[in-house]
């Protein structure tokens, strides 16, 4: 039997539909939210990248900043952008596109973001409060594929997950919003043993490895929920960590690449602008956006 396929283009034009409609409540208070992007360099994924989240800010609402910087801009000048949009009270969120350029530390950069204005939730003062179920801004991919997640399966308590994966913008976040669900998680890499054993075991598999059609459909628990966070760019076009045209056969549900958790992405950061507007104007969160 095949899989039913998690749709993420569809979803997130939904969530998308759900912030415009918040950032309208807020523009009947006269508050516009405003997201600024930093990318540095020509990467061209990242220019694609930044050209959608420009173009999908304006469309629900808000207010877009797009600084677009030379590959050779110094770490100096990068530190005093943030600076000024820290300050800056139009500015609710700020991201700085990643990948960066090799000569800048993207530690120092990241955490130089006030917490409060960190839509991607990668500053370790967010990474601290969501470890520590605190309220914090969470990273945008796994949020999506939390939403995605409760969607298709509701309570995801005593569920056993395996993520495959354990990239701080992905694997351990991911981890900590499971387990924050009160799932059993498992989090793998490339020193697991057993790894294609211990999948088969997982209720919900999160694969995020970045290595294209890496799990194999005999890894895969018959009914399990496979969310597939890679996005590989191979002669074949783009493809996921998970061979789909395998573990549609076996899993219950299964987020396809592209059109998955991608868009998801994109519409959790506009999600976490939204979000973090309220917070800076005393508001309330808004309803079902945070986790
Ligand atoms: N500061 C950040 N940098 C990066 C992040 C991030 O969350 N914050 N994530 C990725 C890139 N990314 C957003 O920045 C992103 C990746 C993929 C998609 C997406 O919609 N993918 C489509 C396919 C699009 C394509 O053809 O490439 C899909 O999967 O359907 C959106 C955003 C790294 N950097």
Redesign the pocket.
């Known amino acids: 039997m095949s899989a039913t396929r998690i749709d ?2 569809v979803f ?1 034009a939904t969530l998308r539909t759900r912030i415009a409609e918040g950032v309208a409540a807020m523009a009947d208070r006269g508050i516009t939210p405003g997201l600024a ?1 930093v990318l540095v360099g020509e990467d061209p ?2 220019q ?3 050209r ?2 420009g173009k999908m800010t304006r469309e629900v609402g808000m207010n877009s900043y797009e600084h677009r910087l030379p590959d050779d801009t110094s770490q100096g000048d990068l530190l005093a952008l943030v600076d000024q949009l820290n300050k800056d009270p139009s500015v609710n969120g700020i ?5 960066l350029p090799r000569h800048i530390d993207e530690e120092a950069v ?1 955490n130089e973001i006030l917490p409060e204005k960190d839509v ?1 939730g ?1 500053t370790v003062l967010n990474v601290g409060r969501l470890a520590t179920g605190q309220k914090a801004m969470v ?3 796994p949020l999506g594929c939390l939403m995605m997640l409760r969607d298709q399966l509701g309570d995801l308590s005593g569920k056993n997950a395996v993520v495959v994966g354990r990239s701080n ?1 992905v694997g351990k976040p991911m981890a900590q919003l499971l387990l924050r669900d009160s799932a059993t998680v498992t989090i793998a890499h490339s020193r697991t043993q057993d790894l294609p054993g211990l999948c088969r075991s997982a209720d919900i598999l999160v694969a995020a490895v970045g290595r294209p059609h890496f799990v194999k459909g005999d890894w895969i628990k018959p009914g399990a929920t496979v969310i597939d966070v890679g ?1 590989n ?1 191979t002669d074949d076009g ?1 493809v ?1 960590d998970v061979d789909y045209a395998e573990a549609e056969q076996v899993a219950g549900a299964i987020t ?11 519409a ?2 506009l999600a976490n602008t939204l979000t973090a507007t309220a917070r800076a104007n005393g508001l309330p969160d808004p309803e079902g956006l945070t986790p």
């Open positions: 993420g283009k997130a992007v994924a990242s694609v990248y930044v959608s989240k991201l700085v596109q990643l990948p990241i991607d990668f990273p945008c991919t913008i996005i760019r783009l996921g396809p690449v592209p059109g998955g958790v991608g868009p998801m992405t994109i959790c950061l």
